[in-house]
């Protein structure tokens, strides 16, 4: 009896690892990288000619900004585009946790810039270095925020039609 007890705790064990630790591709796939430092956006967007998609938010405290992310940030088809086409940049406000004082003086130097008053807010641009005063130049492309008057459900169909008519207008 002890034998048989034991064997398939040891059984369900190995069965609990192999399943944590396995992860399927679809899952993989599935994961946006939002990345915090304009230098290192704008070192991926140069080496890939993609756009820098910065997203203003407020995330621990605006409802808007995270009705985006629910609705439109984490659907399939807003996942599969961002991976093809952008370099996805959060621009955080946060009231309830504490950003370092480089990413707060970057943060608010960026709301300056684009004279942001109202979360959430996505910007399209290109960024170029001045390789003398290491500041960055913003070329943007336009703004967008939450997808007003979307069929509910399909908020993410909306939004991706207004990014891409940015998108082509600029081409």
Same mark, same amino acid.
């Given at each position: ?31 946006? =990288? ?87 807010? =996505? ?8 390789? =003398? ?10 703004s967008l925020g939450?997808?007003?008057g979307a069929e509910?459900?399909?908020?993410? =169909? ?11 207008? /600029? /081409?």
């Amino acid at each position: 009896m002890k034998i048989y007890i034991s064997t398939t705790v040891i059984l369900l064990f190995l069965t609990t690892i192999s399943f944590s630790q396995t992860e399927t591709p679809a899952a993989t796939e599935s994961k946006l =990288v939002w990345h915090t430092s304009i230098a290192e956006v704008h070192e991926l967007s140069k080496a890939s000619n993609k756009p820098v998609f910065a997203f203003f938010t407020g995330s621990d405290w605006c409802g808007w900004c995270k009705k985006l992310q629910n609705d439109v940030f984490s659907k399939p088809e807003f996942i599969e585009w961002a991976s093809k086409n952008v370099i996805l940049l959060e621009v955080d406000f946060p009231r309830h946790k504490q950003l370092s004082p480089e990413l707060t003086q970057q943060n608010n130097g960026l709301q300056q810039a684009l004279h942001i008053s109202g979360y959430p807010t =996505v910007w399209l641009l290109y960024t170029v270095k001045d390789e =003398v005063t290491n500041n960055y130049n913003l070329n943007t492309l336009g703004s967008l925020g939450y997808p007003a008057g979307a069929e509910v459900g399909k908020e993410q =169909v909306m939004f991706l039609e207004n990014i891409n008519r940015i998108l082509s207008q /600029k /081409k």
